[in-house]
Each structure stands twice: as C-alpha cells, then as structure tokens.
C-alpha cells in the first residue's frame, strides 16, 4: 500500500504545498493580516484545503528553513518557525514529520546542494504534469517526490545523473517505518 504523503514548503507569505496525488497549491494569508491573525488565516485555510485533496497524509515532508539569520536577522528566523509550526499542526494528527535542510533537498532535485531557484524548476521530470505557479509549490513537489522515494520505495533511474546524489540523500535522512 503507498503512504499518502504531502510536501511541504512553508513560509508566512506564500506556502507550497504538493498533496497526495502530486498536484501543487500554495496558501496565501489573507491580505494585510499580520503576527496571530495571519498565522490564523493561514492554519484556517489549509485545514480546508486538505480536505479537499483527499487521502489524509500520513507523512508530511516539508523544507526545514535555513538555519542562519540572514536577512532579517532573528525575527524573520521567528516568524518562519511559527509559520512553519502552524502549517505542521493544521493537517492532520497522527501525522510523521520528516524535515529536509534546503541543501539536501536541493540535491535530490538537482544533484547539487547549491542549485538556484531556475535550476529547482528546470529539474522537474519531463512529462510529469506538475503546475507550480511559484517557487514554494515548486519546492514542496520535490519534498513530496523525496518522500515517495525514503518512505514508499519508489525505485530510483540508476541511469539518472542525480542517482548517486540521489542515494546519498536518501542514507542521509531517518525515514519513518510505518
């Protein structure tokens, strides 16, 4: 039996989101909300969501954030786990969380842990019917396509120059027995 899993790419402006059955979508906040109320919008609209992408997931990948200041120092690291704390609770219970840092992730898509945004899109499998209208949906695809491969087994191409990478990633995650 296939585990339903979903990706997640969450963030406290636009959060990507691939279900089940691999198609994307990203929630917004509602417009000019901040701090609680944003978060609020947020968790109250993927709740609703999730019903409307059926089955339940019973694994949830989503991106870790970067774990440095950067830009924005301390509070843009805050706001970014609350965020990502709100997301997390909103889907379901019973629920296995598997955290991906940004650079594995972007070696399981690209091969390269230092891969850009154009490249994250330009790695999307040819014929695989993906419509991301943003980065975030873009990202949370390849979390759902990494937790296909560590939890559900999904055979890799041996002939794919990212299959090393790729296996390497795979050792490197502690992936949930169901």
């Known amino acids: 039996m296939t585990v339903p899993i979903i990706g997640i790419d969450p963030s406290v402006t636009s959060t990507g989101i691939a279900w089940p059955d691999g198609t994307t979508s990203v929630i917004r906040p509602a417009p000019n909300t901040s701090g609680f109320d944003r978060l609020r919008s947020i968790r109250t609209q993927l709740r609703k969501a999730r019903l409307l992408h059926p089955p339940l997931p019973r694994v949830v990948v989503y991106e870790k954030p970067i774990e440095a200041w950067g830009k924005g120092g301390p509070t843009v690291v805050l706001r970014l786990g ?97």
């Open 82 to 178: 609350e965020a990502r704390g709100v997301v997390l609770e909103a889907l379901a219970d019973d629920v296995v969380y598997v955290g991906i840092e940004p650079a594995r992730l972007k070696r399981w898509a690209t091969g390269r842990g230092n891969a850009g945004k154009d490249q994250m899109v330009e790695a999307l499998p040819a014929g695989v019917s993906v419509h991301c209208d943003t980065d975030d949906e873009v990202d949370a695809w390849w979390c759902w396509h990494l937790g296909h491969a560590g939890v559900n087994g999904v055979p890799l191409d041996q002939n794919d120059p990212r299959f090393k990478a790729r296996l390497e990633v795979l050792a490197a995650i502690d992936w949930p027995v169901l």
